[in-house]
């Protein structure tokens, strides 16, 4: 029998649906249909960090759900040696009045038992605290800080409001005695909410595997360029010279830095063999009084401030006790110490919920040695100074002021 024609015809459109049909699972399968077998490519793992340190985490779960920062004397009026602080991630030396200085100490990764001696708050470490996303700990407030403090929303904790989650040490002499076990402060955090949402913090750049392989490219590009255009008087050429001479160029070398007021003498020296900054305080090791080991750093960072002393605004008064006002916002010059190396550069902030970004003499970020950090902010009263080492010997010094 003869097959009608319109059911012939419907047999083609059939068998050229099917086709189409298996072509298209073979596209979805492979991911395109030029051949490029990608999907049989293994998807490089996302690199998880701890964003203050830049060392490597398996999940944001070995985290807890924000930093907590710590207000910590830093006198010689019996404040050293402080407890557990070599257990913080990060630590901000700040100046107050009197030449002194005071810490904040930034914990994360790493919580100790109990953490002291604690004491008051200034306004401008709500900033760092605003930064970090950190619930503040502290024992009495500085003029303003408190309400800068609500301003802000800062969940906090205050000896002078929470006295019973604090207690005296007898080893020590008030007011550098206040101390807080840490199940306190978590109580305290569980208690205010501030562990409900985990809080974002922007990482600052690290020296990580890929920063090495862009390093050495780089190297090899400009020794490229010097190789071709060397000899040549063309304008361009000569500016590419230059700039392919400041890849190559040796990093400058420190072997120590030194920071000195009325109250406070401290040194950092940069230690080869074992990698890190090692920390003095009036020339002796700077200590962690629960461990008795010296406190060691994989970066130094540098940001300096300008302050003034408060003014009443009714009265025009300079404030009786020599406190002081400091913009954590206005920008400035900044040196970052690390490996041994010196990167010269500047600082800035946006706003009150952005990160300090500090940036080389060539406007590219800061790369930091992935470790703890310790950053001193200096204000004019401070006298800075570190010491050149050629790299081959960074045993022969010579003074540089800055």
């Known amino acids: 029998m003869k097959e009608k024609k319109g059911t012939k015809n ?52 070995d985290l807890p759900m924000r930093p907590v920062q710590v207000s910590i004397p830093n006198d010689t009026y019996g404040a050293v040696p402080q407890s557990n602080i070599s257990h913080a991630d990060i630590i901000y030396e700040f100046p107050v009045e009197g030449e002194l200085t005071r810490l904040q100490a930034i914990f994360y990764s790493d919580l100790p038992d109990k953490v002291g001696p604690i004491r008051s708050v200034r306004y401008y470490f709500v900033d760092l605290a605003t930064e970090y996303k950190a619930f503040h700990v502290g024992y009495g407030w500085g003029k303003h800080a408190r309400a800068y403090m609500r301003m802000n929303d800062v969940p906090h904790i205050n000896g002078m409001q929470e006295t019973d989650l604090f207690y005296r040490v007898s080893d020590k002499t008030a007011p550098n005695n206040a101390y807080i076990d840490w199940s306190s402060i978590e109580n305290a955090e569980k208690e205010q909410g501030a562990l409900k949402e985990r809080q974002i913090i922007k990482p600052w750049k690290f020296r990580d595997d890929k920063w090495k392989e862009e390093q050495e490219a780089a190297k090899k590009e400009a020794q490229a360029v010097i190789d071709e255009k060397t000899g040549s008087t063309d304008e361009e050429d000569v500016a590419a010279l230059e700039e ?109 919920d952005s990160r300090t970004v500090f940036k080389d003499e060539n406007g590219k970020q800061f790369r930091f040695t992935p470790g703890k950090t310790w950053v001193y902010v200096l204000n004019q009263d401070k006298e800075f100074s570190y010491e050149t080492a050629a790299p081959e010997d960074t045993g022969d010094t010579e003074d540089t002021a800055e």
Request: proline share 4%; hydrophobic share 40%; net charge negative.
């Open 244 to 352: 392919a001479q400041k890849v190559l160029a040796e990093p400058e070398m420190a072997s120590s830095l030194h920071v000195k007021a009325l109250g406070c003498d401290s040194t950092c020296e940069w230690d080869a063999e074992k990698g890190k900054y090692l920390r003095y305080w009036y020339g002796e090791p700077f200590i962690d009084k629960e461990t008795g080991e010296q406190l060691e750093f994989d970066n130094i960072l540098v940001q300096k401030v300008n302050s003034t002393f408060m003014v009443d605004p009714d009265t025009g008064a300079t404030d009786p006790k020599g406190r002081l006002k400091i913009d954590m916002f206005e920008g400035g010059e900044a040196l970052l110490f690390t490996q041994g190396e010196v990167i010269k550069g500047t600082w800035d902030r946006k706003n009150v």
């Open 10 to 61: 419907l047999k083609y459109i059939f068998a050229a649906a099917f086709i189409l049909i298996l072509a298209m699972g073979t596209i979805a399968l492979t991911g395109c249909g030029g051949g490029d077998n990608t999907s049989d490519k293994p998807a490089e793992p996302e690199v998880l960090i701890n964003p203050i340190t830049g060392i490597e985490i398996q999940s944001e779960e």
